[in-house]
């Protein structure tokens, strides 16, 4: 992979304000790529310093492993979690 294409998955995370979720399906569309899978891979290599937890599944489901953190930090933007999901309609970023 190159380091434009990580750049600009990079660029799309980066840009989702507080309080709004994307899908990986939607980073990867704005950032022009083919592949929400691409996404979830250039997310594993590094995101520290994006605000990696307003990435979702599709469904407004999150990361297995990170779910009690991701859902806190999204809590503590005001994204509230019904039975482990999100609502992608109400909290979804209109771009």
Do not use: C
Not at 22 to 39: F, I, Q, T
Not at 64 to 77: I, K, P, S
Request: charged share 30%.
């Amino acid at each position: 992979m190159d380091e434009e294409t990580f750049e600009r998955v990079r660029a799309v995370v980066a840009s989702i304000p507080p309080g709004r979720v994307l899908s990986y399906g939607d980073v990867a569309e704005l950032a022009g790529l083919r592949s929400a899978r691409l996404v979830g891979r250039i997310m594993s290599e590094d995101t520290a310093d994006l605000p990696w937890h307003r990435v979702l599944r599709s469904n407004g489901t999150v990361a297995d492993h990170l779910r009690h953190r991701q859902l806190e930090l999204l809590r503590a933007e005001g994204v509230l979690a019904t039975d482990g999901r999100i609502n992608m309609s109400q909290h979804r970023w209109k771009h």
